[in-house]
C-alpha cells in the first residue's frame, strides 16, 4: 500500500515547491493531474507555499468537455483551490495554422499555462507526466526516427515546466486515487485506441512489452537517464568548442577546422549551437538540415561559394572553409577578376592591371613566366590570417581589423583578393609576406576606387 508520505518521499525535493512560493498546476481532471494537484496541496499547506490550479478546454468532446470542466470547477472550489478556466476551438486553430490537432492542443495549452503563470504571479508549472508517459513519450520518438535527445525522455524539470511524478507509474498513481478517494474524471477517447498514437502505444504495445517484463516501464526510463547524461556530456563538449564563435547581430561564423576536429557525435550539436548563437533557436531545425549542412562543407569546391537557405529565414554560407550562418541579407560573393575589366564589389571598384595606377594593391606572384594566375576577390572570413611584413607571425583578420578600429559592418565589406585559392592581401589591412613585392620583379596590381565612405571614416 503507498500512503500520501510515501510516495511524497519519492519525488525530488528539488522540483517540488519552495516555502513560500506560489506555483501553478495543470488540471485536465484526469486521475494523474488530480492525484498531482492533491499531493501539491497538501505540501503546500504544510510549507505556507500555495498552488493554483488551471483547466484548458480544448473543446474537442463537445459535451464531455464541459462535463471536465465543471468537475475541475467544482473540485477546486470544494478543495479550496484557485482556479483559471481558459478555452479555445483547437480543431479550428489546427486547421488555420496547418497543425496536426495534437501539436496544436500542446501549442494552446502550453501557451495558456504560461500566461496564466505570469498574470497569477507563479515561478513555476506542474504538469502530471509521470513513468508511463516518459517511457511512451521514448518509444514514439525512436519509431518516429529521433537522435539522442529524442530518447533522452522528459526530464524533472525543464523550460519551467516541472514533472515530480516521473519516477512514479500509472498503477502506483491509480492505487493511491483509490486509497485517499480522490476524484477524478475519465476521458473517453483514452480507451480508443485508432483516437491517436499515443494511445495504441499505450493500449496494444505497453502491455505486451510488460508481459515481456513487468518492469520494462521502469527499464525504459532508467535508459533514458543513463542517455541523458550523456547527452550533457556532448552538449557541454559542443558549447566550449563553440565558445569563440564569432558573434555578431545577424550572423555567426565557425571554421570548419574546428567542426572537424569534434567528435562525430558533437559535430551536429556544434551546428546547432550555431542556430543558438544566431538567436533563432534550434527548433524545427532537424536532422535532414544538419545533414545538408554537412554535405554543404563537403561537397562545395575549394574557392567557389555554396549556399543553403534553413528555417526561421537562415541562409547558410561555405566558402574557403567557413561557415556562415545569417539572417541578414549578404549580397557580396566571390568573384573571379578579369584583367583589365573594372568590377564594383560592394563599396569599391576593383580592377586588375599589370601595372600600378592610382590607389590599391601591388603582390608579387611566384609563379611560371607568362602563366597568369587565377585572381578572385571576396569578403573575408574573420578567422583568416595574414603574415604583413615584419610582423612576428600571422594574425587573423578579426585582430588586425580591431587593432586598426574598423567596425564589423565595415570589415564585412573589405575586398580580400585570393590568388590560387590563398589569400594574398586585404584593403585597408596590407599585403601578405608570401605575396609581398620583390625589387626589380614584374608585379601584378589590384586598383581599388572606394565608391562610398572609406575605410575608418567616422560616421
Excluded at 483547466?55 to 468532446?61: D, I, V
Excluded at 496536426?100 to 502530471?128: P, V
Excluded at 569534434?262 to 538540415?289: C, N, T, W, Y
Amino acid at each position: 500500500m503507498t500512503t500520501k508520505t510515501e510516495l511524497l518521499k519519492r519525488l525530488p525535493r528539488a522540483v517540488l515547491p519552495r516555502a513560500g512560493q506560489r506555483v501553478l498546476c495543470a488540471v485536465s481532471g484526469g486521475l494523474d493531474s488530480m492525484c498531482l494537484l492533491f499531493l501539491l496541496d497538501m505540501w503546500c499547506r504544510e510549507r505556507g507555499s500555495t498552488v493554483l490550479a488551471a483547466h484548458f478546454n480544448h473543446q474537442l468532446r463537445d459535451e464531455a468537455a464541459d462535463r471536465d470542466e465543471i468537475f475541475v470547477r467544482e473540485t477546486c472550489g470544494a478543495w479550496g483551490i484557485s482556479l483559471t478556466v481558459g478555452r479555445r476551438d483547437v480543431r479550428k486553430y489546427a486547421g488555420q495554422k496547418a497543425l496536426s490537432i495534437e501539436e496544436a492542443a500542446r501549442n494552446l495549452r502550453y501557451g495558456f499555462l504560461r500566461r496564466t503563470a505570469a498574470e497569477k504571479d507563479c515561478e513555476r508549472i506542474y504538469t502530471a507526466h509521470h513513468a508511463d508517459d516518459n517511457a511512451e513519450t521514448i518509444l514514439l520518438n525512436l519509431a518516429r526516427g529521433t537522435g539522442l535527445a529524442g530518447l533522452t525522455g522528459m526530464g524533472w524539470e525543464q523550460d519551467g515546466i516541472c514533472r515530480p511524478l516521473l519516477g512514479v507509474t500509472r498503477a502506483e498513481l491509480e492505487e493511491y486515487a483509490a486509497q485517499r478517494n480522490i476524484p477524478h474524471v475519465e476521458d473517453e477517447t483514452n480507451a480508443d485506441p485508432e483516437a491517436a498514437s499515443r494511445n495504441f502505444l499505450r493500449l496494444q504495445v505497453m502491455p505486451l512489452l510488460k508481459e515481456l517484463n513487468p518492469r520494462a516501464v521502469e527499464h525504459i526510463c532508467q535508459a533514458a537517464g543513463r542517455l541523458r547524461s550523456v547527452e550533457r556530456s556532448l552538449e557541454a563538449d559542443a558549447a566550449a568548442r563553440t565558445a569563440h564563435v564569432e558573434v555578431q547581430e545577424g550572423r555567426v561564423t565557425l571554421s570548419m577546422d574546428a567542426l572537424a576536429q569534434a567528435p562525430e557525435a558533437v559535430q551536429p550539436r556544434m551546428l546547432l549551437r550555431l542556430f543558438d548563437l544566431l538567436g533563432v533557436g534550434r527548433k524545427d531545425i532537424g536532422s535532414a538540415h544538419l545533414g545538408a549542412l554537412m554535405d554543404l562543407t563537403r561537397r562545395t569546391a575549394w574557392g567557389k561559394e555554396g549556399r543553403l537557405s534553413l528555417p526561421h529565414g537562415v541562409t547558410a554560407r561555405y566558402c574557403r572553409r567557413w561557415l556562415i550562418l545569417e539572417t541578414r541579407p549578404q549580397t557580396l560573393t566571390e568573384v573571379q577578376l578579369v584583367p583589365g575589366r573594372p568590377l564594383r564589389w560592394g563599396d569599391c571598384t576593383v580592377t586588375l592591371l599589370d601595372r600600378p595606377e592610382g590607389e590599391g594593391i601591388v603582390f608579387f606572384w611566384r609563379g611560371r613566366p607568362g602563366q597568369s594566375p587565377l585572381v578572385t576577390v571576396a569578403p573575408c572570413p574573420p578567422g583568416e590570417r595574414l603574415t604583413l611584413p615584419g610582423a612576428k607571425g600571422s594574425r587573423s583578420v578579426k585582430r588586425l581589423c580591431l587593432d586598426r578600429r574598423i567596425s564589423l559592418a565595415e570589415r564585412d565589406r573589405l575586398p580580400a583578393v585570393y590568388v590560387e585559392g590563398q589569400l594574398a592581401a586585404v584593403w585597408g589591412l596590407g599585403v601578405d609576406e608570401a605575396f609581398a613585392p620583390v625589387t626589380g620583379m614584374p608585379c601584378r596590381f589590384i586598383k581599388i576606387e572606394e565608391t562610398e565612405k572609406h575605410i575608418g571614416e567616422d560616421k
